[in-house]
């Protein structure tokens, strides 16, 4: 009985290791990332171009909606 208790907690303390080096090499490599992103500036690029497709599209979608509100109130 003491050896199920002990594997059980040696299990215990291993799962805890692992879960403690797990977290340090995703934070250690989310900085990296975060820091390779900083220097290329690319993010902000993205981020900008991503904005500006946006508002293109939106433009185009009101512009539709515009025409076709316009068409059905010349019918009417």
Same mark, same amino acid.
């Given at each position: 009985?003491? !050896? ?16 403690? *080096?797990?977290? $340090?090499?995703?934070?250690? $490599?989310? @900085?990296? #990332? @975060?820091?390779?992103? +900083?220097?290329?500036? @690319?993010? +902000?690029?993205? +981020? *900008?171009? #991503? $904005?500006?497709? @946006?508002?293109?599209?939106?433009? +185009?979608?009101?512009?539709?909606? !515009? !025409?076709? *509100?316009? !068409? ?5």
């Amino acid at each position: 009985m003491q !050896d199920i208790i002990e594997m059980g907690v040696w299990a215990i303390i291993g799962i805890a290791i692992l879960s403690v *080096l797990a977290t $340090l090499s995703i934070h250690f $490599l989310s @900085q990296r #990332s @975060q820091q390779h992103m +900083n220097e290329t500036s @690319q993010s +902000n690029l993205y +981020n *900008l171009h #991503s $904005l500006g497709i @946006q508002a293109i599209i939106g433009a +185009n979608e009101m512009k539709i909606v !515009d !025409d076709s *509100l316009q !068409d059905t109130e010349k019918k009417s």
